[in-house]
């Protein structure tokens, strides 16, 4: 799996995990010979202090001792010796005086495959960054941006309901005064009426006297 698909799957799929104490550096009996892919013993790092997660299980593929051929050398000239020497200074310092007589190893060349290490060690750090800069990019700043967006569209949708709640409010108002006039303008125009059929009835009266 990728950096990249490490990154998305912590992000979207991984749940928290409790920090878990690591297996021991050798899966081997205390007898038996370590392998070389389990010299980071030599390490003074103590494996309980990582996180036993899927980013370190993919450090530790990348940066595999046994591939370093001067450690997996001076590894497998060690491993004879587990179980006759006990002391790992002791036991190493021999294996090295072995190698050097009889395959030229060096001091040199086994510090220099610990810094070959470290180069890919950071070359993985650096692709690690890139990527998850890349996932950044799409998973965070892009959605912070549409969440900005979305926060604004609200905002206006808020201003525009205001105005229409306002417009409401003076429409209301308005209804209220027209109601008023027309219950008046009613009043009024009812007044005019009785008051005029009142005036009509009279003058008939008086031309009904006057006819005779």
């Known amino acids: 799996m990728t950096f990249i698909d490490l990154i998305k799957n912590a992000i979207f799929e991984e749940e928290p995990q409790g920090k878990q104490p690591l297996r021991p550096a050798s899966a081997a009996s205390s007898t038996a010979a370590p392998a070389p892919a389990r010299m980071s013993s030599m390490s003074s790092i103590s494996a309980s202090d990582v996180s036993d997660n899927k980013f370190y299980g993919r450090l530790v593929k990348q ?20 179980a006759v020497i006990q002391d790992k200074s002791l036991r190493y310092k021999t294996a090295l005086a072995t190698a050097q007589s009889q395959a030229g190893l060096t001091k040199q060349g086994i510090l220099k495959g610990f810094d070959n ?15 998850s800069d890349e996932v950044g990019k799409t998973e965070v700043d892009a959605k912070t941006q549409q969440l900005s967006d979305l926060k604004a569209a609200i905002q206006e949708k808020n201003k525009e309901i205001a105005d229409m709640e306002q417009q409401v409010k003076s429409m209301e108002s308005a209804v209220e ?18 008051r005029r059929k009142g005036e009509i009835q009279q003058q008939r009266k008086e031309f009904e006297i006057i006819l005779q």
């Open 63 to 82: 940066t595999d001792l046994s591939a370093v051929p001067e450690l997996a050398k001076i590894e497998s000239f060690a491993a004879p010796l587990a």
């Open 117 to 131: 290490l470290l180069s890919v060690l950071d070359s993985s750090a650096t692709s690690f960054n890139q990527q």
């Open 177 to 194: 005064v027209s109601r008023a006039k027309l219950q008046q303008a009613k009043a009024t125009f009812a007044a005019a009426y009785e």
